[in-house]
């Protein structure tokens, strides 16, 4: 789990290419973030949170 404090929000494509970079503040335990990839071409992708100590990662597929 994250700590409370700044987070980066970062997408990643499969080539390790970061398409899109937010950084936020937590404040709590659970963290909602809605994320705009309407962009992104139909592909997987890779979605890292982290705030300097902590990294979490989570696969997607985004299908059109």
Do not use: C, H, M, P
Not at 11 to 27: A, M, Q
């Amino acid at each position: 789990a994250l700590n409370n404090g700044e987070a980066k929000i970062e997408v990643i494509d499969r080539l390790g290419r970061i398409l899109l970079e937010r950084n936020n503040t937590l404040t709590d335990k659970e963290y909602w973030e809605e994320l705009d990839i309407t962009g992104l071409s139909e592909d997987l992708y890779i979605i890292r949170v982290s705030n300097g100590e902590t990294v979490l990662t989570e696969k997607i597929f985004k299908q059109d």
